[in-house]
């Protein structure tokens, strides 16, 4: 598997990116998955969903992608009636959110370990707690290396043609 583009999780007034795929909890309770296009080996689930924490509960407040058919995908494609945001009752977990610079890469799902990470307990959607988990420090850190999840050279492509690797 590739390294896997983030979520997107606003917390205390920050954009972070969110190493977990919260939504994925939804689908496995028996949510209804639409077919969405693939359009990239660093997107597995071929979607990207844009959280927020919010008086101590977890939204899904955004959502990126395309079915097969090529029409965009927002949160009310799965959840009609709610347009701007749903409150992830569905989710139970940690949510992950690397900060600090690589220590070692995976190109493997978010596998990658990072100097700190913000842990996020959740229940039932209602942040229970937050710490932080100190990995290590980098070695030779460039101050001109990005702090936090980053994801380059993924490979994007447009649907899939009838013959095998080839992108249309």
Known sequence: MTAQIAERLHYEGEEHALCGCPLEHYFAM????????????????????????????LY????EGELEDGTAVS??????????????????????IPQ???IEYAHMGFDSTYERDLL???????????????NGVADDVDE??????????????????????EAS
């Not at 949160?75 to 992950?96: E, I, N």
């Not at 999840?149 to 447009?158: A, E, K, P, S």
Request: proline share 2%; glycine share 18%.
């Open 75 to 96: 949160v009310a494609t799965l959840f009609p009636g709610f347009s701007d945001r749903v409150f992830a009752h569905w989710c139970t977990g940690t949510l992950r």
């Open 60 to 63: 899904l407040i955004g959502l």
């Open 120 to 134: 996020i307990e959740v229940e039932r959607g209602v942040v229970t707690s937050a710490r932080v988990e100190v």
């Open 30 to 57: 028996g949510g209804h998955r639409p077919d969405f296009q693939r359009t990239s080996t660093g997107l597995w689930r071929r979607y990207v969903g844009e959280w927020e924490v919010l008086g101590g509960r």
């Open 100 to 102: 600090g610079q690589v």
């Open 144 to 165: 001109d290396t990005s702090e936090g999840y980053f994801v380059g050279g993924m490979l994007v492509f447009g649907g899939v043609s009838d013959r095998e690797g």
